[in-house]
C-alpha cells in the first residue's frame, strides 16, 4: 500500500511563472502588433500633412472630396492593372447595374438621333411596353425638359428613379402623332440573351428549321445568365435543335460563376477553368455530366470585343474539342477581379486577385510585348472584319430586334447564308451557318476563313490602324477646310496664327494662319538662337 506519510517535493517557485510568462508573451504580442499598426498610420502622414496644407493656406478653395477620389485613385494606378479600379459611391448604381444587370427605370433601348432622343426597341415585360412606347418613338421631353441637345446619359439620368415613381413622356410616334404617357418606374431585368429577331416579346432562336440550327447571343454574363440560357435551349429543344451558334462577340464578360455555369452547359466532362493568386494557389473547376447537357455541334463567335468571361467558355469548348472558334483573336483579360465594398459606404472596390487559366494551361492576358494572347479561331475559321462592317452589322441587325406586332413586312432568310451576307452583312454569322450545314448534312467541318497565327493578328491590326488613320485624316480634311473658310471670310484677324517658343520658352517667331509653311523654316532657326540663361522673371 502507498505511503501516506511520503514528503513531497518542495516546490521553490511555487505556480507563478505560468502566467508571468503567459503575460510577458502577451505584451510581446500587443507591442508587435503595435509597432505594425503605427507603421501603417506612419505611411498616411506625408498625405495627411499635405492634404492640411493644402486646405489651410491653397490660393484657390480645394475640393476635398475630388482630392480623396485623386488619391486613392493614384495609389491603385501605380499597381499598372487597368481592372483594379475604386468605384466611388455616386458611381456605385451604374456598376451594381452592370453587374447585376438590373436598375429601376423604364425599361427600353434608346439612342439620339439628330439631337433628339429616340426609342429603339422597348424590353419584353417592361413599364414602357406597358404604357405604349413603341419602336421608333421620338422623345420629345421628359417631364417637362426638352430633350433637344441632352445627350442619351443626360436622358437616362432623368428616365431613372425611385421605383414605383411615375415619369412622364412626351413621344411623337412613328407615324407623326403625339402623345404623353406615363411610365412607372419599376426594376428592371435586363436579358443577357438575346435571339437573332424579335418573336412577340421575347426573341426567335431558331435560325435554320429544316436543319435544325439555332442561335444564342450572350451579351454579358450576370447572375441570372444561366437561367436565360437554359431558357432559350430549352424552347430551341422544343423544335429540334441539332446544333447552335453561340455568339460571343462583343460580350465584355461578367461573373465568372456565368461563365463556367455556360461552359457547363455543352461539356460533359474535362476542365473548364482554373484560377491562381500571386502565391500559385487556387482552384479548378470541371465540367460535370447532367441531364441538361447539350452535347451538339457548336459554332462559338468571337472577336477582339470578347473579353474574360467570353474567353473562358470559348477556350473551354475549343480545348475540350466541344466547339469550333470563328471570327478573330478574342480581347485577351485573364484576370479575375473581386468586389469589395469599403466600409461605411465609403465606395466599392473592384481588385484583381488572381489569373486564370484555361483546360491547357495558358493564361489568357496581353501583357507587355506578347505574340500570343487571348483565344484564336480555329485553322480555316479566321474571319476578320472591320469597325465599318460591325457598324453595318448593327444597323442591319436592329430592323428585327424591336418588339412590334408582327407585321413589320420583313421577308427575312435567316436560313440562307448568302441572304445574311447580302442584307445583313453578317460575313461571320453567314461562315458559321454555312459550316454547321456542312457538319450537319455531310459530317465534316466546311473551312470559311483563314488560319490563325501572329501573320493573321498583325494584319488585322494593320487594317484597324488603316482604318484609323483614315478618319483622322478625314477630321484633318474637314478642319483645314473650316480654317480656310474662316481665314477667308475675314472673321479671323490675320494677326491670329502659331507662336512658335523655344525649350525655355522665349518667343522664337509668330505666324499668320495663312503662312503655315513658315514653320519648318522656324524651326530650324530655333536651333541656331541662343537663349539669355539663368533670368529670373519677376512678377
Same mark, same amino acid.
Given at each position: 500500500?502507498?505511503?501516506?506519510?511520503?514528503?513531497?517535493?518542495?516546490?521553490?517557485?511555487?505556480?507563478?511563472?505560468?502566467?508571468?510568462?503567459?503575460?510577458?508573451?502577451?505584451?510581446?504580442?500587443?507591442?508587435?502588433?503595435?509597432?505594425?499598426?503605427?507603421?501603417?498610420?506612419?505611411?498616411?502622414?506625408?498625405?495627411?500633412?499635405?492634404?492640411?496644407?493644402?486646405?489651410?493656406?491653397?490660393?484657390?478653395?480645394?475640393?476635398?472630396?475630388?482630392?480623396?477620389?485623386?488619391?486613392?485613385?493614384?495609389?491603385?494606378?501605380?499597381?499598372?492593372?487597368?481592372?483594379?479600379?475604386?468605384?466611388?459611391?455616386?458611381?456605385?448604381?451604374?456598376?451594381?447595374?452592370?453587374?447585376?444587370?438590373?436598375?429601376?427605370?423604364?425599361?427600353?433601348?434608346?439612342?439620339?438621333?439628330?439631337?433628339?432622343?429616340?426609342?429603339?426597341?422597348?424590353?419584353?415585360?417592361?413599364?414602357?411596353?406597358?404604357? /405604349?412606347? !413603341? *419602336?421608333?418613338?421620338?422623345? #420629345?421631353?421628359?417631364? @417637362?425638359?426638352? &430633350? +433637344?441637345?441632352?445627350?442619351?446619359?443626360?436622358?437616362?439620368?432623368?428616365?431613372?428613379?425611385?421605383?414605383?415613381?411615375?415619369?412622364t413622356m412626351k413621344v411623337r410616334h412613328v407615324d407623326g402623332t403625339e402623345e404623353s404617357l406615363e411610365v412607372v418606374r419599376r426594376r428592371i431585368e435586363t436579358r443577357s440573351v438575346k435571339g437573332?429577331?424579335?418573336?412577340?416579346?421575347?426573341?426567335?432562336?431558331?435560325?435554320?428549321?429544316?436543319?435544325?440550327?439555332?442561335?444564342?447571343?450572350?451579351?454579358?454574363?450576370?447572375?441570372?445568365?444561366?437561367?436565360?440560357?437554359?431558357?432559350?435551349?430549352?424552347?430551341?429543344?422544343?423544335? /429540334?435543335? !441539332? *446544333?447552335?451558334?453561340?455568339? #460571343?462577340?462583343?460580350? @465584355?464578360?461578367? &461573373? +465568372?460563376?456565368g461563365a463556367i455555369d455556360v461552359a457547363d452547359l455543352f461539356l460533359d466532362r474535362g476542365v473548364i477553368v482554373s484560377v491562381r493568386d500571386r502565391d500559385g494557389e487556387g482552384r479548378k473547376w470541371?465540367?460535370?455530366?447532367?441531364?441538361d447537357d447539350h452535347l451538339i455541334p457548336i459554332v462559338v463567335l468571337v472577336n477582339d470585343g470578347s473579353a474574360s468571361a467570353s474567353e473562358i467558355v470559348a477556350g473551354a469548348l475549343q480545348d475540350?474539342?466541344?466547339?469550333?472558334?470563328?471570327?478573330?483573336?478574342?480581347?485577351?483579360?485573364?484576370?479575375?477581379?473581386?468586389?469589395?465594398?469599403?466600409?461605411?459606404?465609403?465606395?466599392?472596390?473592384?481588385?484583381?486577385?488572381?489569373?486564370?487559366?484555361?483546360?491547357?494551361?495558358?493564361? +489568357?492576358?496581353?501583357?507587355?510585348?506578347?505574340?500570343?494572347?487571348?483565344?484564336?479561331?480555329?485553322?480555316?475559321?479566321?474571319?476578320?472584319?472591320?469597325?465599318?462592317?460591325?457598324?453595318?452589322?448593327?444597323?442591319?441587325?436592329?430592323?428585327?430586334?424591336?418588339?412590334?406586332?408582327?407585321?413589320?413586312?420583313?421577308?427575312?432568310?435567316?436560313?440562307?447564308?448568302?441572304?445574311?451576307?447580302?442584307?445583313?452583312?453578317?460575313?461571320?454569322?453567314?461562315?458559321?451557318?454555312?459550316?454547321?450545314?456542312?457538319?450537319?448534312?455531310?459530317?465534316?467541318?466546311?473551312?470559311?476563313?483563314?488560319?490563325?497565327?501572329?501573320?493573321?493578328?498583325?494584319?488585322?491590326?494593320?487594317?484597324?490602324?488603316?482604318?484609323?488613320?483614315?478618319? +483622322?485624316?478625314?477630321?484633318?480634311?474637314?478642319?483645314?477646310?473650316?480654317?480656310?473658310?474662316?481665314?477667308?471670310?475675314?472673321?479671323?484677324?490675320?494677326?491670329?496664327?502659331?507662336?512658335?517658343?523655344?525649350?525655355?520658352?522665349?518667343?522664337?517667331?509668330?505666324?499668320?494662319?495663312?503662312?503655315?509653311?513658315?514653320?519648318?523654316?522656324?524651326?530650324?532657326?530655333?536651333?541656331?538662337?541662343?537663349?539669355?540663361?539663368?533670368?529670373?522673371?519677376?512678377?
Open positions: 500500500m502507498p505511503e501516506s506519510d511520503r514528503k513531497r517535493p518542495v516546490t521553490r517557485f511555487g505556480n507563478w511563472p505560468v502566467p508571468v510568462l503567459c503575460g510577458l508573451l502577451a505584451v510581446q504580442i500587443l507591442v508587435t502588433i503595435g509597432a505594425g499598426r503605427r507603421d501603417d498610420l506612419a505611411w498616411f502622414d506625408p498625405i495627411v500633412d499635405v492634404r492640411s496644407m493644402v486646405l489651410e493656406d491653397f490660393v484657390g478653395e480645394p475640393d476635398a472630396a475630388k482630392m480623396q477620389e485623386a488619391a486613392i485613385s493614384g495609389m491603385l494606378e501605380t499597381l499598372d492593372d487597368p481592372y483594379t479600379v475604386w468605384i466611388p459611391p455616386r458611381l456605385e448604381q451604374d456598376f451594381d447595374k452592370q453587374m447585376r444587370g438590373s436598375y429601376v427605370g423604364i425599361g427600353a433601348e434608346i439612342e439620339v438621333v439628330d439631337d433628339r432622343l429616340r426609342i429603339i426597341s422597348p424590353l419584353e415585360g417592361s413599364p414602357s411596353l406597358d404604357a /405604349g412606347v !413603341r *419602336a421608333g418613338d421620338v422623345v #420629345l421631353d421628359i417631364d @417637362g425638359t426638352d &430633350t +433637344l441637345g441632352l445627350s442619351s446619359q443626360e436622358c437616362i439620368d432623368l428616365l431613372i428613379g425611385i421605383e414605383g415613381t411615375p415619369v437573332f429577331r424579335r418573336a412577340g416579346e421575347g426573341w426567335d432562336h431558331m435560325l435554320d428549321p429544316d436543319e435544325g440550327i439555332g442561335y444564342i447571343r450572350l451579351t454579358q454574363f450576370t447572375e441570372r445568365t444561366i437561367e436565360e440560357m437554359r431558357e432559350a435551349l430549352d424552347a430551341l429543344d422544343a423544335t /429540334g435543335t !441539332r *446544333a447552335v451558334i453561340l455568339d #460571343l462577340r462583343f460580350n @465584355g464578360g461578367g &461573373t +465568372l460563376d470541371t465540367a460535370t455530366a447532367d441531364a475540350n474539342g466541344r466547339a469550333k472558334i470563328l471570327g478573330e483573336r478574342s480581347f485577351g483579360k485573364g484576370s479575375v477581379q473581386e468586389v469589395r465594398p469599403l466600409p461605411d459606404d465609403r465606395g466599392t472596390l473592384k481588385m484583381t486577385t488572381a489569373r486564370y487559366y484555361l483546360p491547357n494551361g495558358r493564361n +489568357l492576358d496581353r501583357r507587355g510585348d506578347e505574340e500570343i494572347w487571348g483565344v484564336d479561331p480555329d485553322p480555316g475559321f479566321v474571319i476578320d472584319l472591320d469597325n465599318a462592317d460591325y457598324a453595318k452589322i448593327v444597323e442591319n441587325r436592329r430592323r428585327y430586334e424591336p418588339i412590334n406586332d408582327g407585321s413589320d413586312g420583313l421577308d427575312a432568310k435567316f436560313d440562307d447564308p448568302a441572304w445574311i451576307e447580302r442584307e445583313i452583312a453578317d460575313l461571320q454569322l453567314a461562315a458559321a451557318l454555312r459550316t454547321l450545314q456542312s457538319k450537319l448534312s455531310s459530317g465534316e467541318w466546311l473551312s470559311v476563313g483563314g488560319d490563325p497565327g501572329s501573320d493573321a493578328v498583325l494584319a488585322s491590326e494593320l487594317l484597324d490602324q488603316i482604318a484609323y488613320r483614315t478618319r +483622322l485624316l478625314d477630321e484633318l480634311k474637314k478642319t483645314s477646310a473650316r480654317i480656310d473658310e474662316l481665314d477667308e471670310s475675314g472673321e479671323v484677324e490675320s494677326s491670329v496664327g502659331f507662336e512658335i517658343r523655344d525649350e525655355n520658352g522665349t518667343v522664337i517667331g509668330r505666324v499668320p494662319s495663312g503662312e503655315a509653311d513658315r514653320i519648318g523654316e522656324l524651326l530650324d532657326r530655333s536651333g541656331k538662337i541662343e537663349s539669355p540663361e539663368g533670368e529670373v522673371a519677376e512678377p
